[in-house]
């Protein structure tokens, strides 16, 4: 919906550390809620972090970057821990 509406978004078995104890699996096909600065949700997997936006996978199947300081604080650094375990 959240896309639907104009947001501009723009593999593997990778592991990120939450910070306590549990491992999250950067996996496309594993979806996360993500939301923006406004409050809005959209479910997606994360793909990979280029320069300074997060690529996610939608429902459809398409690749999204959006921009990461148009995520909210929480999004944000669920992008940066998936991130983490893919370098």
């Not at 104009?6 to 491992?23: R, S, V, Y």
């Not at 199947?61 to 604080?73: C, F, Q, T």
């Amino acid at each position: 919906k959240w896309i639907e509406e104009g947001a501009k978004l723009e593999p593997g078995e990778d592991t990120a550390d939450t910070g306590d104890g549990e491992k999250m699996k950067a996996d496309p096909d594993t979806k996360h809620k993500w939301v923006n600065t406004e409050g809005n949700e959209v479910e997606a997997g994360f793909v990979r972090m280029e320069a300074s936006a997060v690529v996610l996978l939608l429902e459809s199947g398409k690749e999204y970057a959006y921009p990461l300081d148009k995520l909210s604080p929480d999004s944000q650094a669920l992008a940066k821990k998936l991130a983490a375990g893919g370098e």
